[in-house]
């Protein structure tokens, strides 16, 4: 599958984005799906994950309670409703997907086959 992520921007603290990440191919819903980031001179982390079944969800601790992933299996689509944002969430944010990630792995970068180009966001105080 090829994905493709978009919304990233320029917010102030305190502001909300909406990043998207669509997917070619017609059995995107037999995909789980993640996003991770990777901030300048830092390692990629973990952001969130939905399992392809839909009700598995994870998202990194730093993460939880202010983003939130979801999908819509006939639009091909995976989203991340980012709110709250803050200076320290700037970051290329890349979605991955791959279908035989299992539920205890949602969080690891190596389950995951496929990866898309990444969005820029970017985050003032």
């Known amino acids: 599958v090829q994905l493709q992520a978009s919304g990233g921007g320029l917010v102030q603290a305190g502001g909300s984005l909406r990043l998207s990440c669509a997917a070619s191919g017609r059995t995107f819903s037999r995909y789980s799906v993640a996003w991770f980031r990777q901030a300048p001179g830092k390692d990629r982390i973990f952001v969130a994950a939905i399992h392809r079944n839909g009700p598995g969800r994870d998202y990194g601790d730093s993460m939880k309670g202010r983003f939130t992933i979801s999908r819509d299996n006939a639009k091909n689509a995976v989203y991340l409703q980012m709110n709250s944002l803050a200076p320290e969430d700037t970051a290329v944010y890349y979605c991955?997907?791959?279908?035989?990630?299992?539920?205890?792995?949602?969080?690891?970068?190596?389950?995951?086959?496929?990866w898309g180009q990444g969005t820029q966001v970017t985050v003032s105080s």
């Open positions: 991955a997907a791959d279908p035989s990630v299992i539920r205890s792995n949602l969080a690891s970068q190596n389950a995951y086959g496929s």
